[in-house]
């Protein structure tokens, strides 16, 4: 069974950066795209980033392109989420999950098929 289980929030002032870490177990990253959502409070889950199995592709959000980068550690598999600029819009709990379609977007949470159990990023201004 694949586990994933993310780190890496917190609480920080608004233009800060942290990173957030997607930590998968049970199953390799090599046969897994895996993306990152989030959630604000009273809102829908929002597609953030996604990463294909082979590293090659990757796909952000208009409200995050140019301030979040997603990269992925296959030998630790650990996928990471590097957020610089954050703004108070970015409060969140952010959760990674795992696909193993072969489709390259793969924006939709019901595309993917394991989840983490979130991280919370608050954003102060």
């Known amino acids: 069974q694949v586990q994933l289980v993310e780190s890496g929030g917190g609480s920080v002032q608004s233009g800060a950066s942290l990173r957030l870490a997607c930590a998968v177990s049970?199953?390799?990253?090599?046969?897994?795209?895996v993306g990152w959502f989030r959630q604000a409070a009273g809102k829908e889950q929002e597609f953030v980033s996604l990463i294909s199995r082979e590293g090659v592709y990757t796909r952000y959000s208009d409200s995050v392109k140019g301030r979040l980068s997603i990269s992925k550690d296959t030998a630790k598999n650990t996928v990471y989420l590097q957020m610089n600029g954050l703004k108070p819009e970015d409060t969140a709990i952010y959760h990674c999950?795992?696909?193993?379609?072969?489709?390259?977007?793969?924006?939709?949470?019901?595309?993917?098929?394991?989840w983490g159990q979130g991280t919370q990023v608050t954003v102060s201004s």
């Open positions: 049970g199953g390799s990253l090599t046969d897994y795209t």
């Open positions: 999950a795992a696909s193993a379609s072969s489709i390259f977007i793969l924006i939709r949470p019901r595309q993917y098929d394991y």
